[in-house]
């Protein structure tokens, strides 16, 4: 493991992802992804009472397909990282809480996924764990009651606005070699644009998406050509054409291999306004997907850029202007090991 | 000249501008036929029940706002405000799907932290804000 240019983390001996598992609501379910879950709930409540606790359930159900399919007992795992949107990060720690494992609890608002992975690789490189859980959460109705207005509440949203993903991702990072490689992280710096609508985070989080791609480039010495698909969290419609702009000011063209998971989860005519949001947005279509078609060849190497605004409803209303961040791992396709599964 | 140059005034180009005449539109039909639907109410209740005019209207209010309460429990309310906008906003509808989606958003955490404690949330301040008008107004009509 080892340190290039500023922001780049480079892990030379082998980390991989053992296995990754993604538990979905209804409508990602109906998504043009919906085949590669592994839980698909037929409603928002996901058999629980409240969506607190549906959320909750989500995580716990992503968690444990994710260790079942690694073969590996919570027991074995030296680490478990998570974070999600809830103040205090309640469903992380909640699960946390049901798990024999050592936790460190993270908030990268949406980009919590590669944050939690990145650092998870760093500690499984550095021998500080042999095997560490990531996991992270999203749910759109307690996100919205949390962070907007009451779900039933008639307001008419533009048509910037994103729309909060419901489902949990976790993957397991250990040593022993695995279908996915975890090549580097590059770990994004707070950038704020300056803008100040909730409703329109994909242009506040755009520029730090390209700050931490640009960076990724000049860091490694690479350029677009050298990924199959660089792919960022939830800049949705409007960001993530904004993003692919800043990124040819700087002379970087990645349209021929740009993709946004905020728009490739739903279909254009499923009503979420600009595209998908929130933690689960990136971590279930790279868990859920973005893995497959690694291990089934149709990808060698993936850029996963997450992106989070760091949204404060209190700084919002005392007009402070919305921080955001990204942090981008690349995912490499391993060389194929013949007992595991996907 | 270029996002990088100035990405506050550069980005406006890539932020799609509401469709203002469309929506417009939308909130005049969509409000206008809330009050015809209120006003026919009021007077075809004042035909069958024989009431005077000023409870006749009550009357109408509270069955609209019973109507927007129920829309609102069903989960229909919003999709409505989604395509009338302001128009949803017309009449006490506004005010009951504001107070109802916050009880039921709340009901989780029990009915009086929750339900009662949440319930003016979002209302809270058109309720202030009325009294304060209505209070100001009358205040004006004793002067006057």
Not at chain 1, 41 to 57: N, P, Q, S
Not at chain 1, 118 to 141: M, P, Q, Y
Not at chain 1, 181 to 208: F, S, Y
């Amino acid at each position: 493991m080892r340190r290039t240019g500023k922001q780049t983390w480079v892990f030379d001996e082998g980390v991989y992802i053992q296995a990754a598992a993604a538990a979905v609501g209804p409508l990602e379910a109906d998504g043009p992804l919906g085949r590669y879950f592994d839980v698909c709930h037929r409603d928002l409540y996901c058999g629980e009472k409240t969506w607190e606790l549906a959320e909750r359930r989500l995580m716990r159900e992503a968690v444990a397909h994710c260790l079942q399919k690694a073969g590996v007992s919570a027991e074995e795992v030296d680490l478990f990282l998570a974070g999600d949107l809830l103040n205090q990060s309640a469903t992380s720690n909640y699960v946390a809480r049901e798990l024999p494992i050592p936790f460190l609890c993270l908030f990268g608002a949406c980009s919590t996924s590669m944050q939690t992975l990145a650092a998870a690789a760093a500690l499984v490189a550095g021998g500080l764990a042999d095997r560490a859980l990531v996991a992270t959460s999203s749910h759109n109705a307690t996100a919205e009651r949390q962070f907007r207005y009451p779900t039933e509440l008639g307001v008419q949203k533009p048509k910037t606005a994103t729309f909060t993903v419901t489902g949990a991702g976790a993957a397991l990072v250990g040593r022993t070699p695995g279908r996915w490689r975890l090549r580097a992280a590059t770990i994004g710096k707070v950038i704020d644009a300056g803008l100040k609508n909730p409703l329109d985070m994909g242009a506040a989080m755009a520029p730090a998406a390209a700050d931490t791609i640009e960076q990724h480039f000049r860091d490694l010495g690479t350029s677009p050509d050298d990924y199959d698909l660089i792919v960022t969290g939830d800049l949705s419609r409007v960001g993530s054409v904004i993003a692919r702009e800043l990124l040819a000011e700087a002379g970087f063209d990645v349209s021929d291999v740009y993709n946004d998971c905020g728009l490739m989860i739903y279909r254009p005519d499923q009503d979420v306004f600009a595209g998908g949001s929130g933690c689960a947005c990136s971590a279930v279509v790279t868990y859920g997907y973005l893995l497959k078609t690694l291990s089934e060849g149709t990808f060698r190497r993936l850029l996963v850029v997450a992106t989070g605004a760091l949204l404060s409803q209190t700084m919002v209303q005392q007009k402070q202007s919305i921080p955001a961040i990204a942090h981008g791992v690349v995912i490499e396709a391993a060389e194929p090991e013949p007992h595991s599964s996907p | 000249m270029g996002l990088r140059t100035d990405y506050l005034r550069e980005v406006k180009a890539f932020q799609p501008s509401p469709p203002y005449a469309a929506n417009a539109a939308k909130a005049f039909l969509a409000g206008g036929a809330l009050c015809a639907l209120a006003q026919w109410l009021a007077e075809w209740h004042g035909r069958l029940v024989v009431a005077s005019p000023l409870a006749a209207q009550l009357w109408a209010a509270a069955v609209m706002a019973g109507l927007a309460i129920a829309l609102t429990a069903v989960g229909k309310y919003d999709d409505f405000s989604q395509f009338a906008g302001a128009g949803a906003t017309m009449l006490i509808t506004g005010l009951a799907n504001a107070l109802a989606s916050a009880a039921i958003e709340h009901r989780s955490e029990g009915w009086t932290a929750g339900v009662a404690g949440q319930m003016l949330k979002v209302g809270g301040a058109a309720i202030i804000y009325g009294i304060i008008a209505a209070y100001a107004l009358g205040l004006c009509w004793l002067w006057l």
